[in-house]
């Protein structure tokens, strides 16, 4: 008794209705997520020279791909769950039951960052530098997803903070954990609570690279580099963890190799882009100009540089006259 009063519920659902229109705590998390990581980014860019509006153009970009990313990754990487006998294939598009790869994500997510960021005259790791901490953070937000979807957990515990499994069930009856409602709140199993693990971790990436751009005055992609290197430094021991179904290689799973593989490419890129200097500067890197800054016409410049011919002009016909002075000047004849 004293275990279970010190353990973590779970919430009853993951959807609730508005008549018709079903409300997906999943699909609330990953909007949330996305908003937090365009907001922070376009402080961090703005901070670095951009332009105020510039992440949120390249977000139209960055968020359908990479949406479409994680979505493929997960289909391919789980296939069992829409391939085969037994299973539909349609399945695979319903995106709002959950299942998204990271991986995926902002690998075709990236993608979309650079067409949008070529479109714009932005560099990309410039970007992606001022991006990183509201990414981690937004998937940090999305985990909450995992948890009102009672998924994503790891094996039985003891611990106090294990998590609290229930069985939900449809009007029909039918056992439904993403769909189904939790009546009995006596649970069927206690786990640990990965999700929560990997939450807790990707907020203390976010935090650590913040404080390692300021100190170091990061640039040239590294800020996304460490982001990337933390990330899948934590998800390599918590998918360890996991015991939900997952295709395997060797026995183990395959989101831990990918771990691993990303890790050090993420670290070997960090280091060689150390030698490319200091930060660099957005605006001149780009050559920014503020476009609510009154620009100069045709005949603007025109005048100008009618003007400054003008100028040149006078000075030279000045500069004549100051020499022809001097020299008929008494102080210009020397002593036989």
Known sequence: MDALLATIPSPDRGVWYLGPLPLRAYALCIIAGIIVAIWWGERRWVERGGIKGEVTDIAVWA??????????????????????????????????????????????????AWIGCRRKGIPLPAMADALAPGIVAA????RLGNYFNQELYGGDTTLPWGLEIYRRVTPEGREDALAGVAID?????IVHP????????????????????????????RVFALYVAGYTAGRFWIELMRTDEATLILGTRVNVFVSALVFFGAVAYFIIAKSRGEREDVAALRGTVDPDAPQDTAEDKAEDAEAAKSEETESVAATSEGDAEKKNSPESVKPE
């Open 185 to 189: 709140h006596t649970p069927i199993q």
């Open 194 to 221: 990965t999700f929560l693990y990997e939450l807790i971790w990707n907020l203390g990436v976010a935090l650590l690279i913040v404080w390692a751009d300021r100190k170091f005055r990061l640039g040239h992609g």
């Open 63 to 112: 968020v359908p791909f990479g949406l479409v990313g994680g979505r493929l990754y997960h289909v391919i990487t789980d296939n069992q769950k829409y391939f085969g006998p037994g299973k539909n294939p349609l399945a695979a598009l319903e995106i709002w039951n959950g299942g998204l790869g990271i991986w995926g994500a902002i690998a075709l997510g990236a993608v979309g």
């Open 139 to 142: 998937q940090a937000i999305g």
